[in-house]
């Protein structure tokens, strides 16, 4: 299934990846043409980028409050019950799914070439990409919403 066409009336669009999907790009692109608030989901799981993470009831309240709004761009690798209002106020939800030889491409060259992260940090997001689809597509609460997924 293509893209639907996207534009200002659009609204709400939640945009949902594994890691190095290109979920920030593709949100940041998009804020920018559409003129629409782009948050990422790590920092309303996270009390900052990465660290401790904050408990369900916090994310939600967080999440809450941002879905409240008119319009916005919310992009994330989550599909667990905390983040249901995004999935059920978005007008339409972005599924990016590439192949696996394509992520672990990304993932080399973000984590070693621009990150200068550590091997260890690099196999927990290639482990993640590797199970990532079956997550969504399986577990979850992602397939409740596949009526708004392209």
Not at 100 to 122: P, V
Not at 135 to 146: A, E, L, M, T, W
């Amino acid at each position: 299934m293509g893209l639907p066409k996207i534009s200002e009336a659009t609204g709400r669009i939640y945009i949902i990846g594994g890691p190095a999907s290109g979920k920030t790009h593709l949100a940041g692109l998009l804020s920018k043409k559409l003129n629409l608030k782009h948050y990422d989901l790590d920092d309303v799981a996270h009390e900052t980028k990465y660290s401790k993470k904050r408990p369900y009831a916090e994310r939600e309240k967080l999440l809450d409050k941002i879905c409240a709004n008119k319009s916005w761009i919310i992009e994330g690798s989550y599909a667990s019950e905390w983040v249901r209002a995004a999935f059920s106020k978005s007008d339409v939800i972005i599924f990016l799914d590439f192949p696996i030889s394509t992520i672990i491409a990304r993932l080399i060259t973000r984590e070693f070439i621009k990150r200068h992260g550590s091997l260890k940090d690099f196999l927990v997001l290639l482990k993640y990409a590797l199970t990532y689809k079956q997550y969504v597509r399986d577990g979850g609460i992602f397939k409740q919403y596949q009526n708004k997924v392209h």
